[in-house]
């Protein structure tokens, strides 16, 4: 039963922190990066809506400013709306590096979309889900603009609460949804789902917002589509902010926001070629190469963890346990690589080059953990070949019992690298923070 949430306004920031995702760790917010889940630009969410039967506005896409003059003169629009493809939302209200106020803008005007790309592409964009500096714009879309009498939310997400898909919805959308449940928790509407959406649920999601007479209808179809594809896809989230209704009577999804599980890769190859990865640090890309995990973090001392327990599971708690104990200590966490538990020399050797590369990075903490698929040994030889030249302290833990940790600590031990031993997790990061501290 769809059901106003006052008391789950909590959970449901919690499902809604997709996008950039922060992640307390001791007093600080840490902005992390990671790329558990693909994204698409709105661009390429809105063709794959479009491929399904939702309606969305006529649009091209532009990779230079003249193009774009060239596509806002060949949709013959009444009006224009010209957007930055960036993966963050909060756009309209963006800042760009060249001066420009507003990655969205409507105009009548082709000239003046020429003249607007042009402070567009290339130019960083800085929204409030950004990071402060702004992400890079590479491309614009450039669609034909309506008008809007009504914006709604529209997210379908996988939930945990709901063990499945919930179909999150409010009247009052085009707006922050965080800022809607923080504020009016009882206009969040949600519906926990199965396997399919029963068409009286989503003529009761239309109806909560607030869609009437024969738009009531045309809008339980748009939300039926919109879940279908969701489930066609593996989506993890589809985020439609505004929803919306045109004088003409027409429902419109005006924005798009699609990411997917990335487990479901293998069947969904065709999605997940579209991955350009231009906005992933290039160490991301690196690391996955690799079939390495890596979280990007702003401060000083690197943290690996090879783990039989991977990031998607607990080794996302330790990742967290790991940052904070970092941060209590004094310090700052520069990133997080996780190396799975089946990790092999040649695996190593590289997480190490790639973490002993980044120049912010002057310590690097290593923590075993349940290492039973692989051998702690192999994992040491790695290290140890890898760290030759590099100037760090590498203080190390050793954790719980893995296969052949006693050879693997000989090996460390006698290799003559500054990597210092500690007795656990605490010990390690406050030897990490003072080799950092002395520097
Ligand atoms: P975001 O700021 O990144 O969420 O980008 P949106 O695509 O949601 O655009 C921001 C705002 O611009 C929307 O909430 C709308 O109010 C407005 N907008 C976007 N497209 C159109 C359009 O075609 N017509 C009108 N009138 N407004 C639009
Ligand atoms: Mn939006």
């Given at each position: 039963m769809a059901s106003p949430v006052a008391t789950q306004a909590g959970k449901l920031l919690r499902a809604l922190a997709l996008r950039p995702r922060f992640l307390a760790v001791g007093s600080q917010a840490v902005q992390l990066t990671s790329r558990r889940w693909l994204n698409l630009q709105e661009y390429q969410s809105k063709k794959l809506m479009s491929d399904n039967g939702v309606r969305v506005q006529r649009f091209f896409v532009a990779d230079t400013a003249n193009e774009?003059?060239?596509?806002?003169?060949?949709?013959?629009?009444?009006?224009?709306?010209?957007?930055?493809?960036?993966?963050?939302?909060?756009?309209?209200?963006?800042?760009?590096?060249?001066?420009?106020?507003?990655?969205?803008?409507?105009?009548?005007?082709?000239?003046?979309?020429?003249?607007?790309?042009?402070?567009?592409?290339?130019?960083?964009?800085?929204?409030?889900?950004?990071?402060?500096?702004?992400?890079?714009?590479?491309?614009?879309?450039?669609?034909?603009?309506?008008?809007?009498?009504?914006?709604?939310?529209?997210?379908?997400?996988?939930?945990?609460?709901?063990?499945?898909?919930?179909?999150?919805?409010?009247?009052?959308?085009?707006?922050?949804?965080?800022?809607?449940?923080?504020?009016?928790?009882?206009?969040?509407?949600?519906?926990?789902?199965?396997?399919?959406?029963?068409?009286?649920?989503?003529?009761?999601?239309?109806?909560?917002?607030?869609?009437?007479?024969?738009?009531?209808?045309?809008?339980?179809?748009?939300?039926?589509?919109?879940?279908?594809?969701?489930?066609?896809?593996?989506?993890?989230?589809?985020?439609?902010?505004?929803?919306?209704?045109?004088?003409?009577g027409q429902v419109v999804c005006f924005d798009a926001k699609i990411n997917f599980d990335d487990n479901a890769e293998f069947r969904q190859k065709d999605i997940f070629a579209m991955d350009d990865k231009s906005e992933n640090e290039p160490i991301e890309n690196e690391a996955a190469k690799y079939d390495l995990k890596y979280i990007g973090l702003d401060g000083n001392i690197a943290s690996c963890l090879v783990s039989h327990l991977h990031f998607t599971v607990n080794g996302?708690?330790?990742?967290?346990?790991?940052?904070?104990?970092?941060?209590?200590?004094?310090?700052?966490?520069?990133?997080?690589?996780?190396?799975?538990?089946?990790?092999?020399?040649?695996?190593?050797?590289?997480?190490?080059?790639?973490?002993?590369?980044?120049?912010?990075?002057?310590?690097?903490?290593?923590?075993?953990?349940?290492?039973?698929?692989s051998n702690c040994a192999i994992i040491a030889n790695g290290i140890t070949k890898s760290l030759p030249g590099a100037k760090l302290k590498v203080p190390w833990w050793s954790g719980f019992e893995g296969t052949n940790v006693q050879e693997a600590q000989k090996i460390l031990n006698n290799s003559g690298l500054p990597i210092t031993s500690a007795v656990d997790l605490e010990d390690a990061a406050k030897k990490a923070v003072a080799s950092v501290a002395k520097k």
């Open positions: 774009a003059l060239e596509a806002a003169k060949r949709l013959n629009a009444k009006e224009i709306v010209l957007k930055a493809q960036i993966l963050a939302g909060g756009r309209g209200k963006g800042v760009f590096n060249s001066g420009l106020k507003g990655g969205v803008h409507l105009t009548k005007d082709p000239n003046v979309v020429g003249q607007l790309a042009k402070q567009m592409i290339g130019y960083n964009l800085a929204t409030k889900q950004t990071p402060k500096e702004g992400v890079k714009v590479n491309k614009v879309m450039v669609a034909e603009a309506l008008d809007i009498s009504r914006e709604t939310y529209l997210a379908i997400l996988m939930d945990r609460s709901c063990n499945g898909p919930v179909l999150v919805g409010s009247p009052q959308g085009g707006v922050d949804i965080e800022e809607v449940a923080a504020s009016n928790p009882e206009l969040i509407f949600k519906v926990c789902l199965n396997s399919w959406l029963p068409d009286s649920q989503a003529q009761r999601m239309a109806e909560n917002l607030g869609f009437v007479g024969p738009l009531k209808s045309q809008a339980a179809d748009q939300i039926t589509k919109l879940y279908n594809l969701f489930l066609k896809i593996d989506a993890t989230q589809v985020e439609v902010n505004p929803f919306g209704e045109t004088p003409e996302a708690g330790l990742a967290m346990a790991t940052c904070d104990i970092i941060f209590l200590n004094g310090g700052k966490p520069a990133n997080f690589l996780d190396l799975g538990g089946g990790v092999k020399e040649a695996q190593v050797y590289q997480a190490f080059k790639l973490l002993t590369a980044d120049p912010k990075v002057e310590a690097i903490l290593v923590q075993y953990f349940l290492v039973v698929l």
